[in-house]
């Protein structure tokens, strides 16, 4: 799904949605996976970045979401801090989520 979103390849479902609306449809999900590792989570969004809107397929961003912060669930499990964040900032004009 992120190949294909790399490549610009078009998907069925490309929609209009702004930044806000599409990670606050991901953030129960995130949550609940991050609390099942007893880690804690967050998610802080730039105003900016929150107002911008996309053309994307909601789902496929939610997958790729999702697989990142299974990943950090999953090899992240040994680290003393047990946080996982979600950021969305502007970073020269093109909005760039990051989980770490």
Do not use: H
């Amino acid at each position: 799904a992120y190949a294909r979103l790399e490549r610009g390849r078009p998907s069925a479902t490309l929609q209009p949605l702004a930044i806000d609306e599409l990670l606050a449809r991901c953030n129960r999900p995130l949550a609940e996976r991050a609390s099942q590792a007893d880690m804690q989570w967050s998610m802080q969004i730039d105003p900016i970045a929150a107002a911008a809107v996309c053309r994307t397929d909601p789902g496929v961003v939610e997958q790729i979401l999702f697989n990142l912060v299974d990943n950090c669930c999953k090899y992240g499990r040994t680290e003393t801090a047990k946080r996982i964040s979600l950021t969305a900032t502007v970073v020269n004009r093109q909005v760039e989520i990051a989980v770490s």
